[in-house]
């Protein structure tokens, strides 16, 4: 199987910066693909970003422009850069990770770590 920890949520003031890291552990397979979600209180959990199995990174319109997501193969490690924060990017954002090869596939979620952006 496959684990996934988030860690790097805080509290921020309007259009400041946060970098979210998703750390991977378990059985890391050669194919991988990854994304983040997030969901604010009363709503659906939505994609924000993700990485396709080709390495394109992909964005919600909502985030397109101010997130950058990225990984670290050697540390099995993806990150989520927010810069331009807005009081509606928060929510509690989660991991999502995918790894299979021919013969197998796990997926995982984090339990999610908190941003807050107020003043």
């Known amino acids: 199987q496959v684990q996934v920890v988030e860690s790097g949520g805080y509290l921020v003031q309007p259009g400041g910066s946060l970098r979210l890291s998703c750390a991977a552990s378990g059985n890391i397979f050669r194919f991988n693909v990854m994304a983040w979600y997030r969901q604010a209180p009363g709503k659906q959990r939505v994609q924000v970003a993700g990485?396709?199995?080709?390495?394109?990174?992909i964005y919600a319109d909502s985030v397109q422009g101010r997130f950058t997501i990225s990984r670290n193969n050697a540390k099995n490690t993806m990150y989520l850069q927010m810069n331009s924060l807005k009081p509606e990017d928060t929510a509690v954002y989660y991991c999502?990770?995918?790894?299979?090869?021919?013969?197998?596939?796990?997926?995982?979620w984090g339990q999610g770590t908190q941003v807050t952006v107020s003043s």
């Open positions: 990485i396709t199995l080709g390495g394109i990174t």
């Open positions: 999502y990770w995918k790894t299979f090869n021919i013969q197998s596939a796990y997926e995982n």
